[in-house]
């Protein structure tokens, strides 16, 4: 164990702004004897944990990039001297090299004590979800809550609230779930810039309650213990940036966003529009939000196409608006093969209807599966362990077959993503709840 300290206390101290730290510095401030410390670091090196950029120093090497963080593949314009040359190059639509890089961020090298808040079990857990409205968001709340029922032999009591994207409701219940006593909350922010609702979050980390995010913020990451997510920078880079190699640099989109002021929404679109940006060629033709609602996507798309409007690719940040926007195509008479490409994933009727209707598709999924890592994360805190400030879950780009670009590769094709076998809400990596949360005249588990 005191060789696994170490090793994560060596490691975050390139978490501070500095890629490269002298040996014999790094070993002084995390206290390790020269003696027994050039073996731990010789054993890091070797396992490709550090590297040795040049003599007497150390970096992060690729294993503890691929360990500690998601990288965000992104783009920077040609000849951009901020660019090594020890990064690929892949050809953009004009036939010049576009670096794709991984960035760092040094957040996901943070970690956080958690001594103060440590507690004895069993715990009580409040979850603060911002709504319910989407399958996606379901899919999420039922992850966490099937890794809390695994853990039911240290958690006696999961207190889940639905603020239904009301911030001034979602404060209300966290000073209800306050006063029930509640060990720790996972917060999914019902606003991601609200300071009646930031100052709720504040509060109970001055009472010491700690806070664990998840998928949505309000605030900055500082403002609580540990923030789960997936890389929206990501989701928004890598769905632009493949739209434009489809198109070969020039096209009219039309942009589907999500909900307006929730973070993950504002995140992705801000990314897109970047890599959108280095493209002249390429006109958004409207930026649209849907509250990620399918009616809401097929009612903009109808409207669009039944003003005559002409684009040749639609940008959604997600599925769960896409699915209307495919529909609207549909509805319209566009023949199978004809129906432009679209972008966005998660949602299991997404990929049916791409499949069906022969429609070009990147979807770069969103896990639900991050509210399982919230609940572990609140467990880690308050068992007193360490955790990253940040937390990334993995993300994964389906392409439909054949239509892979320079730059943007599928690790599944839609096809062998799809479930067949489940309905069309289905969300992917969502988990399973057992039908009967009370046995043996226990009190409910989830309240």
């Known amino acids: 164990m005191q060789s696994l300290e170490r090793i994560a206390n060596l490691l975050s101290s390139f978490g501070n702004g500095q890629a490269e730290i002298p040996l014999n510095e790094l070993l002084a401030r995390n206290g390790i004897p020269q003696s027994s410390g050039y073996k731990l670091v010789n054993a890091l090196v070797h396992e490709g944990f550090l590297q040795r950029p040049a003599r007497g120093m150390l970096a992060p090497g690729p294993a503890a990039a691929a360990f500690f963080f998601a990288p965000l593949k992104a783009l920077s314009p040609p000849g951009d001297p901020s660019i090594s040359g020890g990064v690929r190059h892949y050809p953009d639509a004009s036939g010049r090299g576009m670096p794709r890089m991984a960035q760092w961020n040094p957040n996901l090298l943070d970690l956080v004590s958690t001594a103060r808040f440590r507690r004895e079990p069993p715990f009580v857990i409040g979850f603060a979800n911002a709504s319910s409205s989407s399958p996606w968001r379901v899919a999420m709340a039922r992850s966490l809550m099937a890794a809390a029922q695994r853990q039911r032999d240290v958690v006696s009591r999961v207190m889940v609230r639905d603020a239904h994207d009301d911030p001034r409701r979602q404060i209300e219940q966290l000073a209800e779930m306050r006063e029930e006593r509640m060990d720790l909350c996972i917060l999914s922010a019902a606003a991601s810039d609200h300071p009646e609702l930031l100052a709720a979050v504040r509060g ?145 009727l997404m990929y049916k209807l791409a499949f069906h209707h022969k429609i070009p598709l990147c979807g770069v999924d969103y896990p639900a599966a991050m509210g399982a890592l919230s609940f572990q994360t609140a467990l880690d805190t308050l068992f007193g362990r360490q955790v990253p400030r940040r937390v990334e879950a993995n993300l994964e780009i389906v392409i439909s077959r054949g239509h892979e670009t320079a730059s943007v590769k599928a690790d599944l094709f839609a096809e062998e993503k799809v479930r067949w076998d489940r309905e069309d809400e289905y969300v992917h990596a969502s988990g399973w709840i057992p039908s009967s949360t009370t046995s043996h005249g226990r009190k409910p588990f989830f309240v």
Not at 243 to 259: D, P
Not at 303 to 329: E, Y
Request: aromatic letters at 6%; proline letters at 4%; charged letters at 20%.
């Open 204 to 348: 109970l980390g001055a009472q010491g309650i700690p806070v664990i995010g998840v998928d949505r913020i309000c605030g900055e990451p500082e403002d609580m213990v540990s923030f789960v997510t997936a890389s929206d920078v990501l989701v928004g880079r890598m769905s632009a940036l493949w739209l434009v190699e489809y198109l070969g640099g020039r096209g009219r989109i039309l942009m589907l966003c999500g909900r307006e002021d929730a973070s993950p929404c504002r995140l992705r679109l801000q990314a897109a529009m970047e890599i959108l940006g280095l493209h002249p060629k390429i006109e958004v033709v409207a930026i649209e939000f849907t509250n990620w609602e399918a009616s809401l996507g097929h009612e903009i798309v109808q409207r669009h196409l039944a003003a005559g409007t002409k684009f040749d690719g639609v940008w959604c940040d997600s599925g769960l608006q896409g699915v209307g926007s495919l529909r609207a195509f549909t509805e319209a008479g566009y023949k199978r093969g004809t129906i432009p490409p679209h972008t966005g994933g998660e949602v299991n």
